[in-house]
Each structure stands twice: as structure tokens, then as C-alpha cells.
């Protein structure tokens, strides 16, 4: 097999980082999260603002879930992350995908911070 469990087409397919303005593709910038032209046309602030408003969003999704998932499990569920396994719960997979969305987001914002 391939490593991490990738499947067939995973050793021909490559990610691409797209720039978070125009989301063309970044060749090889630095590993910043914009491209060239976005940075010069003053777009970056924009941008930036963009990004910082949507991570707000994810942090309150999250923080709302959480605080369902409190309320089932009570104040001393410990770590709900690892703790709460129902998979019958319709909040169990949404929690762990806003998690998941907001460590992206956090990425972004924090390699954006890095590129103006």
C-alpha cells in the first residue's frame, strides 16, 4: 500500500496551494497564500479581513457545538474531543468537521499574517 493509507491515484495527484484572492495557483511564492499580484494591487488588507471574519464564524460554530455537546455530556465531560464517541449523535461528525475547518482557517490566517 502507500504510505498513510492514500489510495491509488494519491501517488499521481499533488495539492496545490491557490492563492486566497484570486485562487490561481501559487508556483512556488515563498509559501505564502498570495500570489503576486494579489500582494502588489493592495488586496492584501482586504484579505486578510476576508479570512479573519470567517475564522470568527468557525470559532463560533465550534464554540456553539462544544457547548451542545457540554450539555449531554455535563460540565466534567473532561476533553469532549476524545471523551464523547456516540456516533448516533447528529452534533459527533459536525463537531469533529468544524474543528478540523477551523485549524485550516487558523492555518491560512497565520500564513497570511506572514505575507504582508
Known amino acids: 500500500g502507500l504510505p498513510g ?12 496551494s491557490k492563492c486566497l484572492g484570486c485562487r490561481s495557483v501559487l508556483r512556488g511564492e515563498g509559501g505564502g ?13 482586504a484579505i486578510v479581513l476576508e479570512q479573519a471574519a470567517g ?27 476524545v471523551s464523547c464517541m456516540n456516533q448516533d449523535c447528529p452534533i459527533f461528525f459536525r463537531r469533529l468537521q468544524a474543528a478540523q475547518k477551523l485549524a485550516t482557517a487558523e492555518d491560512l490566517l497565520r500564513k497570511l499574517s506572514l505575507d504582508w
Open 55 to 81: 475564522l470568527r464564524a468557525l470559532e463560533e460554530e465550534t464554540a456553539q457545538l462544544l457547548g451542545q455537546c457540554t450539555r449531554c455530556e455535563g460540565p466534567g465531560g473532561g476533553d469532549l474531543h
Open 5 to 16: 493509507g492514500a489510495g491509488p491515484l494519491a501517488a499521481f495527484a499533488r495539492a496545490r
Open 33 to 45: 497564500a498570495l500570489c503576486p499580484e494579489c500582494r502588489a494591487g493592495g488586496r492584501a488588507g
